[in-house]
C-alpha cells in the first residue's frame, strides 16, 4: 500500500475556493470504519464547479473533491463489509461535507457504500457515476407518477448531450419511449440519435420567456437546466404530465406560475441523489443494469487522468463536455 497517494484539495484562499494536487497518507483520512482503494472517479457539473471555484460546493476546507467514487475495500471495521468488496459510492456529501473521490484512497462510513452491480466494471460503474445515477432516479420517479406510457407522446430530455441527458435519453429509448433532446450543440445530433433520440429541440428556443401555458407537447420530461428552461418545459406539458427535475445548469431560480399546476395538474417532481435513501439507488442502478445499452454508455464516455481535472472542470461547467467522463486517480 502506497505510503503517500495524490489527491486533489480544495481549500480556501483569500477567502474563495482552490483547489491543487497534494500528497497525502492513510494518517490524513477521515477516521471512517472502511478503507477503500479507489480505481476511479467520474466528473459531473458538480465537480466542475467545486474544482473551478465557480461554485461553493465544499462547506467546510480542506477538501478532498470528487463525489462518486468506485473501488476494492481494503480494511473494514464494519461487518457490512469486507476486504475484497467491490463497492462504489454516489453522494452522501462527497466533495461537500466528507472526503471525496479524486484520491487514491478514502475513508468512508459503511452506510454510504453500495455493492457494484453484477456486470460492471469499476469503469463503467463510474462513467455512470452521479449523473447517470441521477437519469435513473428521474426515469423511475416519471414512471411511478404514471402520466407516461412508452409509444404515446414525446418525452423530452434537456441538456441532452451532458451526463444526465445522455444517459437519460438512452435509458427512455430503451423503454420504448419517443425521446425529444434539447440541446444547444447541433454536432451533438449525431451522437444523440445513437443513443436513441428521436427529434431534437434547440435549447435557444426554452430559454426565451414564454407564456404559463404554452402548446402542450411533452408527455413528461428529464431537466438537468433549470430557471426559464424548466419554467418553459412545464407550461409545454400535457394535462396529467410531469417534469422531473435534478439540475441547475441554467439557473437555480424558476420564473414560472402555478398555472401548469392548477390549471393541467402537470407535476413537477424533485429528484436529489445526493441523500437518496438506499431503496432508490438500488431501484436506479437495478434500471441501469437492465436498460442502460452498453454500447451506449462506451459511446458516451471517455477516460481522463487525475492531473487533467482543473482543465477538464472549467470545460463542464462551459458546457464542452459530452457524455460522461471517468477519472483514472491513479493517473
Known amino acids: 500500500m502506497s505510503e503517500t497517494f495524490t489527491a486533489l484539495v480544495i481549500d480556501l484562499v483569500d477567502g474563495k475556493p482552490k483547489a491543487e494536487f497534494r500528497n497525502l497518507g492513510l494518517a490524513d483520512l477521515p477516521d471512517h470504519d472502511v478503507l477503500v482503494e479507489i480505481a476511479c472517479s467520474g466528473l459531473n457539473y458538480k465537480d466542475g464547479l467545486a474544482i473551478s471555484g465557480k461554485g461553493r460546493i465544499a462547506r467546510r476546507t480542506p477538501m478532498v473533491a470528487g463525489i462518486d467514487l468506485a473501488g476494492t475495500v481494503v480494511e473494514s471495521r464494519s461487518p457490512l463489509w469486507k476486504a475484497g468488496d467491490r463497492v462504489l459510492v454516489n453522494g452522501f456529501g462527497l466533495s461537500e461535507t466528507e472526503w471525496g473521490g479524486y484520491s487514491r484512497f478514502q475513508r468512508l462510513k459503511p452506510e454510504w ?66 425521446v425529444t433532446a434539447s440541446t444547444g450543440r447541433p454536432e451533438t445530433h449525431d451522437y444523440l440519435r445513437d443513443l436513441g433520440a428521436s427529434a431534437f429541440i434547440d435549447r435557444a428556443s426554452l430559454t426565451e420567456k414564454g407564456g404559463p401555458l404554452q402548446k402542450e407537447r411533452w408527455a413528461g420530461a428529464v431537466d438537468s437546466v433549470g430557471s426559464i428552461t424548466l419554467a418553459n418545459v412545464l407550461s409545454q406539458t400535457v394535462y396529467g404530465g410531469a417534469v422531473a427535475a435534478c439540475g441547475l445548469a441554467g439557473g437555480a431560480d424558476l420564473p414560472g406560475t402555478v398555472l401548469p399546476h392548477i390549471l393541467r395538474g402537470v407535476a413537477l417532481l424533485g429528484v436529489d441523489s445526493v441523500m437518496a435513501p438506499m431503496v432508490k439507488r438500488k431501484a436506479a ?47
Not at 113 to 139: K, N
Not at 303 to 317: D, G
Request: glycine letters at 12%.
Open 113 to 178: 457504500l453500495m455493492a457494484i452491480p453484477d456486470g460492471f466494471s469499476f469503469e463503467e460503474a463510474m462513467a455512470v457515476g452521479t449523473a447517470g445515477y441521477t437519469a435513473a432516479l428521474c426515469v423511475n420517479v416519471l414512471e411511478a407518477w404514471g402520466a407516461m406510457k412508452p409509444g404515446a407522446g414525446e418525452v423530452l430530455v434537456t441538456g441532452a448531450a451532458g451526463g444526465v441527458g445522455s444517459v437519460a435519453v438512452s435509458l427512455l429509448a430503451a423503454k420504448g419511449y419517443s
Open 285 to 331: 442502478w437495478a434500471t441501469l443494469a437492465e436498460h442502460l445499452n452498453r454500447d451506449h454508455l462506451a459511446a458516451m464516455t471517455r477516460v481522463e487522468p487525475l492531473s487533467r481535472l482543473p482543465e477538464l472542470a472549467n470545460e463542464i461547467v462551459a458546457g464542452q463536455v459530452r457524455g460522461r467522463v471517468v477519472i483514472d486517480v491513479a493517473r
